[in-house]
């Protein structure tokens, strides 16, 4: 594939990514607000326990070997049947050790409705295995626009299906609901639109041969799930379900431009650059490009929700969730270094051999413990805070650990973020000072002039200063539309 077909595939990737994380997104944050005013903090808080174990789950499914076929140069069939036995015989066993659990689980938290859900929120292991080698095999040939349409056609359905279970006064299964669709609708289409087909013929050469570098990414992703998701274990145990369904709709709010974005980014960049990896200054440049474009969409995204949090629950969840906002407007702060810190991972992923990883994984958890050891006993907002620690010390390590393989400096990333922060910064200064001029008016013209005013400050002074990463973004846009 030549310069110019990469860059086009990556760029429309891209496009196509983002406009359907948008999509997904807007329709998420619909969804979320109408079931969140049907249901009960408490209901959260049972999906957040269970949260903690799918999570670990679909990891171990994966195994890192989805990673590893796409970074491979030309997997074979064998190389694709072998990996989707592994992963269907995995989540078939996890399932079952899943489901025996769920009772142990129900009594230590003193919910009974966890041993009711568990056997059917737990399909989603083996409904994830069925589709993992469709979806890699989307990923390497980057059809992003058919895994585009099939997100956002698996969230359309699973958002109907959870709303209409909430308005029947089904609680907790409507979330139970919404999981299992969305997963099930996306590997149906994917088994639709993909040729592949598993076959009779089965060997375990090909997952042996891959299994150094795939369990390297497990053992690193497992750890990283485990600590991802761990201090909503505790706070339901020693706080309430309450007091998690908050933290985890605070988590939740904040993960949805989050998530979307860097997923978008992820899922196309990751293969990209896997294929320049060879080209150590052109390699160096996109992973400049990559930060640079990210920070300045997600900065002013996470500042600003951060910024009108409270007027923004008041309006749309109501007085009930008003005990989030605190929590949100911290790990909004995660926001910031979360997106960078994963870039920078995925240039480990790409030229290192994995080894790398696991011990940067160890010592990264280690420190997160200690910090997880200090602030669950104090309160829920020093767990929240201790986050924002985290974060800032993973995306330094990251970045630190892969000035090893290319040429970008530590000065030449911080020039190139610095000028989307003091933007940032400028935009939150006029949002605040105009809520606070507007606090005798009603909370929808103040949350509608606070975004408009955001928004407006922040492209203004990007295009009076000339941001590089606003040129790019302009530039991606006109290629996008100008398919």
Not at 266 to 271: A, D, E, K, N, R
Not at 383 to 407: H, K, Q
Not at 468 to 480: H, N, Q, S, V, W
């Amino acid at each position: 594939m030549s310069e110019k077909q990469l860059k086009e595939k990556v760029a429309g990737g891209v496009a196509w990514s983002i406009a359907e994380k948008v999509g997904s997104m807007l329709l998420q944050m619909v969804v979320s607000i109408v079931v969140a005013r049907l249901l009960l903090p408490e209901d959260f808080g049972v999906m957040a326990i269970l949260t903690f174990f799918t999570a670990l789950a679909l990891v171990m499914v994966d195994s890192g070997f989805s990673q590893t076929l796409i970074r491979k140069d030309s997997p074979s069939k064998e190389d694709y049947q072998s990996v989707f036995a592994f992963n269907i015989g995995v989540s078939i066993v996890l399932y079952v050790a899943l489901v025996a659990l769920a009772p142990v689980v129900a009594r230590y938290y003193e919910l009974p409705v966890i041993a009711k859900i568990a056997p059917v929120l737990f399909l989603l292991l083996p409904i994830n295995a069925l589709c993992v080698i469709q979806n890699t095999i989307f990923t390497r040939e980057f059809r992003f626009q058919l895994l585009s349409k099939a997100n956002f056609a698996a969230s359309l359905v699973a958002g109907a299906v959870a709303i209409a279970m909430a308005l029947a006064g089904c609680g907790v299964w409507s979330l139970v609901g919404q999981r299992v669709a969305t997963l099930a609708v996306k590997t149906l289409i994917l088994w639709m639109r993909s040729d592949w087909r598993p076959s009779l013929g089965l060997s375990m050469r090909p997952v042996r041969e891959m299994a150094p570098f795939s369990f390297r990414l497990l053992t690193t992703d497992l750890i990283s799930s485990v600590y991802n998701n761990i201090s909503q274990m505790f706070i339901g145990k020693i706080y309430s379900a309450d007091t998690l369904g908050f933290f985890n709709q605070a988590q939740k709010f904040k993960d949805l431009p989050l998530t979307s974005a860097m997923q978008s980014v992820q899922s196309v960049t990751y293969p990209a650059l896997s294929k320049i990896g060879d080209q150590r200054e052109k390699f160096a440049e996109s992973y400049r490009q990559v930060l640079m474009v990210v920070a300045f969409m997600l900065f002013p995204a996470m500042i600003g929700i951060a910024v009108v949090a409270e007027d923004l629950f008041a309006l749309l969840l109501g007085e009930k969730w008003m005990p989030t906002v605190p929590y949100l407007q911290i790990l909004c702060l995660t926001g910031l270094f979360q997106p960078l810190a994963i870039i920078a991972y995925n240039i480990l992923k790409v030229k290192s051999d994995g080894a790398i990883i696991l011990r940067l994984e160890i010592a990264k958890k280690a420190l997160m413990t200690l910090l997880l050891a200090l602030t669950i006993p104090h309160s829920v907002k020093a767990v929240a805070w201790g986050l924002v620690v985290m974060s800032f010390c993973e995306f330094a390590i990251n970045f630190i650990a892969s000035m090893r393989y290319t040429s970008l400096t530590l000065w030449r990333a911080i020039r190139t973020l610095l000028p989307t922060v003091i933007v940032t910064a400028v935009m939150a200064t006029a949002v605040i000072f105009v809520g606070r001029a507007m606090c005798e008016c009603g909370i929808v013209l103040r949350l509608a002039t606070e975004i408009a005013v955001g928004v407006v400050t922040y492209l203004l002074v990007a295009v009076v200063c000339r941001l590089e990463a606003f040129g790019e973004i302009r530039t991606l846009l006109r290629k996008m539309l100008s398919k």
